[in-house]
């Protein structure tokens, strides 16, 4: 009898549920879990026989069942899987390819996770940061109550390109991504009996980043961006009794670029939180305007 290839039984459907086996089902080893590997059924098939070798190419498991799914114990470890239709006429159609396997304690790992951002395409985040200017803008309200420091508000868009279902390219592309960027900063203002005055920045622009791809709960990112900002200063004027009799703001439009590193944290599979550090630079009219961000955010994978 002619046989009969499925390439996509096992394609990509071995992804198991694995749960923790109970203490009976683990007499033979304490740390064996529960899993079950299910596939796609075929027309025509009435049995499938599952056989399941460990690193050192011993078989440790062979089960023939009528169903599309088999339950089974393993211990942790790299393991490699094949299966094998029966037809009707009990005889063997084909087996499938080995595939490759590995069963993880999640005991130790049940905050923390792994799975690098990429995997999962889109991301939110949104957080704090801390702006400050640096040198000639620092200086310039050295000796007023004025502060070029404050606490403000980020928020962050991404796709990355990773295992994206759009992108499935084996090359440096992998570790890339791209991100829109908003942010809005409230600085503390200047303060006199005569005169009161605040700086508040809004933010928006894109950014290019590359990341590490390390087995671990921890990876690094680098990043180059560019965008807009617009500043509005608001004064009021007062007289000598602290009546206000002039009010007004000056708005700029002006462009930004920015570079940054950042540690990014992975933790319950879909979760994030990145530490980072980013050099701005705003160039306002005939001059520019030097900033460093420190910046902590939260976020979610989808």
């Known amino acids: ?76 470890g790299s393991y490699s899987i094949r299966i094998a239709a029966i037809n009707k006429f009990e005889k063997l159609s084909f087996w499938t390819d080995w595939k490759d396997i590995k069963i993880s304690d999640r005991s130790t790992g049940k905050f923390f996770s792994t799975a690098y951002p990429a995997r999962t395409g889109f991301a939110i985040r949104g957080g704090l940061s801390y702006n400050m200017f640096l040198p000639p803008w620092s200086g310039r309200y050295k000796n007023s109550t004025f502060s070029m420091t404050h606490l403000n508000y980020n928020g962050v868009f991404s796709f990355q390109f990773g295992n994206s279902k759009f992108i499935d390219a084996k090359n440096f592309i992998r570790f890339m991504g791209i991100e829109l960027e908003m942010s809005y900063a409230r600085y503390s203002g200047q303060k006199t009996p005569t005169f009161t005055s605040r700086l508040t920045h809004i933010s928006g622009g894109a950014n290019i980043s590359l990341s590490t791809r390390m087995d671990s709960v921890i990876n690094f990112s680098v990043r180059l961006g560019a965008g807009v900002t617009q500043s509005t200063q608001y004064f009021t004027k007062k007289d000598i009794t602290g009546i206000p009799y002039n009010k007004g703001s000056i708005k700029s439009l002006d462009p930004y670029a920015k570079a940054g590193v ?35 955010m939260a976020g979610i994978r989808f």
């Open 262 to 296: 950042s540690m990014d944290l992975s933790f319950l599979y879909a979760m994030t939180a990145t530490i980072g550090t980013d050099y701005i630079v705003t160039f306002y009219k005939d001059r520019y305007m030097q900033q460093l961000r420190y910046y902590v």
């Open 1 to 76: 009898m002619k046989r009969i290839y499925c390439p996509v039984i096992l394609t990509a459907l071995i992804a198991a549920t694995l749960a923790l086996a109970t203490p009976r089902a683990i007499a033979q080893d304490e740390n064996a879990k529960n899993f079950v590997i299910r596939w796609e059924s075929i027309e025509g098939i009435i049995r499938y026989t599952v056989q399941v070798r460990d690193s050192a190419g011993t078989l440790v498991v062979e089960k023939t069942v009528d169903t599309n799914f088999v339950e089974m114990q393993l211990a942790p």
